[in-house]
C-alpha cells in the first residue's frame, strides 16, 4: 500500500498570503495524485487531478506540481473560503490512499 | 447538474448487515465508474470500493474485502454498497463519488453529502 505523508499538519495563515501544502508518497505515484478540498460539515471537492489539472470550478489562485514522490499544492493568495482541510490522493495503485490532510485556518 | 444522494445508513449492531444505496442524477450514469469513500468521526478519508461502468470490475480496501459488496442497477441509475459482519471501526459517513470516465481507476467528482452508519451495540 502506497503511503502518502501530508506536510505540514497546520497551516496558519492570513487572508492574501500564499499557502504552500506538501504531499509525499512512499513509492512512485508517477502523476497519479489528486488534492481535494473539504469543509467542514462538508462533502470533500476535487480541487487538481494528474498532480497539476485543475478542476472544473477550480478557481486559477489553486495550482499543482510535482511527480513520482513529491508533489506541492499552492494557493497564491489566500481567499476567506479558503480555509478548510486539504487531502491528496493517490491512484497510481490499489488500494487507491489519501493522505492525513492539512489544515490551513486562519491566523 | 451532477447529484448524487445516498441512503440506508443507520445504527447497526457489531456483526450486522445493512446496505446503502446511492442514487445518481443529471448525468449518463452507466458511463462512468462509481466509488464509496468514508470518514470516521474526527477523521481522515478512507477509499472503500470502486466499481467500474459497466459494473465487470471492481476492488475493495483490504480491510472490507469478503464483508462489503458494491454493485450498480445501470438501468435506474444506482450505486450499492452492502455491508456484512460489521465492525466498530467500519462507523463513518460514506460517501459515494463519481468517477471522471469509465474506468474503475478514477478521480472523485463530484461527491454526494454523505450517509452516517454507526456500528454499536
Known amino acids: 500500500e502506497i503511503v502518502l505523508t501530508q506536510s505540514p499538519a497546520t497551516l496558519s495563515l492570513s487572508p492574501g498570503e500564499r499557502a504552500t501544502l506538501s504531499c509525499r508518497a512512499s513509492?512512485?505515484?508517477?502523476?497519479?495524485l489528486a488534492w481535494y478540498q473539504q469543509k467542514p460539515g462538508q462533502a470533500p471537492r476535487l480541487l487538481i487531478y494528474d498532480a497539476s489539472n485543475r478542476a472544473t470550478g477550480t478557481p486559477a489562485r489553486f495550482s499543482g506540481s510535482g511527480s513520482g514522490t513529491d508533489f506541492t499544492l499552492t494557493i497564491s493568495s489566500l481567499e476567506p473560503e479558503d480555509f478548510a482541510v486539504y487531502y491528496c490522493?493517490?491512484?497510481?495503485?490499489?488500494?487507491?490512499?489519501f493522505g492525513p490532510g492539512t489544515k490551513v485556518d486562519i491566523k | 447538474e451532477v447529484q448524487l444522494l445516498e441512503s440506508g445508513g443507520g445504527l447497526v449492531q457489531p456483526g450486522g448487515s445493512l446496505r446503502l444505496s446511492c442514487a445518481a442524477s443529471?448525468?449518463?450514469?452507466?458511463?462512468?465508474?462509481m466509488s464509496w469513500v468514508r470518514q470516521a468521526p474526527g477523521k481522515g478519508l478512507e477509499w472503500v470500493s470502486a466499481i467500474s461502468a459497466s459494473g465487470a470490475g471492481s476492488y475493495y480496501t483490504d480491510s472490507v474485502k469478503g464483508r462489503f459488496t458494491i454493485s450498480r442497477a445501470n438501468s435506474k441509475n444506482m450505486l450499492y454498497v452492502q455491508m456484512n459482519s460489521l465492525r466498530g471501526e467500519d462507523t463513518a459517513v460514506y460517501y459515494c463519488?463519481?468517477?471522471?470516465?469509465?474506468?474503475?481507476?478514477?478521480?472523485?467528482?463530484?461527491w454526494g453529502q454523505g450517509i452516517l452508519v454507526t456500528v454499536s451495540s
Open positions: 513509492q512512485s505515484v508517477r502523476s497519479y
Open positions: 490522493q493517490q491512484r497510481s495503485s490499489w488500494p487507491f490512499t
Open positions: 463519488a463519481k468517477g471522471m470516465s469509465g474506468d474503475v481507476s478514477n478521480w472523485f467528482d463530484p
Open positions: 443529471g448525468f449518463t450514469f452507466s458511463s462512468y465508474a
